[in-house]
């Protein structure tokens, strides 16, 4: 079973730019997630998908980071304009189903960005 | 809200030893799941073990097992028989009975000696 796939695996750019990320759930899996994870820190969810309906975004930074999930499968993150303090990895996950109460998350390899 | 608190930023042990990393979180909820993930160098995270909190019984996967004080509200990882391919940085998370958002700890980075 192919797990879930990130693209790209790193990126550069300067402040004020814009970037964006894919992520491409494990086949079948209804809930899609993107954390971020900033050096030394532990994860902290962006946005929970449940097919393309958003679950929980309470700790998007709205005001520069967007993302959507088209057809309910892949998804993209987007960052405009970026700031210095959005270096960190960003992790894709999926699960099954988020009723269940042993529902697992599966997570991607990350897209570590650096904003110079 | 509920936090989790991993205390050991960086741990060591010697191949074929136990070694136990700590987490403590904080909740008012009375029903929750419990987790560790490990994350090795190439980035992938994996689940470890996973703890119900209305089970009194310690979960363990084969030479992983877990340490739950409810009462205490730790939740601690044993490694026996330590292995080079155990290396990696351990995070503890925290998920509600109902919903998927998991709260992870700022991690324990384990170190393998030969």
């Keep these: 079973e192919a797990g879930v796939a990130q693209s790209p695996r790193y990126k550069i750019i300067e402040k004020r730019q814009s970037v964006a990320f894919w992520c491409n759930p494990i086949s079948g899996h209804a809930t899609l997630y993107w954390y971020q994870q900033i050096l030394g820190q532990g994860p902290k969810l962006l946005i929970q998908f449940q097919n393309n309906g958003v679950v929980d975004d309470s700790q998007l930074p709205k005001d520069r980071f967007s993302a959507e999930r088209l057809k309910g499968v892949d998804s993209t993150l987007k960052i405009q304009p970026a700031k210095l303090e959005d270096s960190a990895v960003y992790l894709c996950a999926s699960s099954l189903d988020s009723g269940r109460l042993t529902d697992t998350q599966y997570f991607g390899p990350g897209t570590r960005l650096t904003v110079l | ?114």
């Design chain 2, 1 to 114: 809200a509920q936090t989790v608190t991993q205390s050991q930023p960086e741990m060591s042990v010697q191949e074929a030893e136990t070694v136990t990393l700590s987490c403590t979180y904080d909740t008012s909820e009375s029903d929750y799941y419990l987790f560790w993930y490990k994350q090795p160098p190439s980035r992938q995270m994996i689940l470890v073990i996973r703890q119900e909190a209305y089970k009194q019984q310690n979960a363990t996967e084969n030479r992983f097992s877990v340490n739950f004080q409810k009462a205490a509200k730790s939740f601690s990882l044993k490694i026996s028989d330590s292995q080079l391919g155990d290396a990696a940085m351990y995070f503890c998370a925290y998920r509600k009975q109902y919903g998927n958002k998991l709260v992870f700890g700022a991690g324990t980075i384990l170190r393998v000696k030969s």
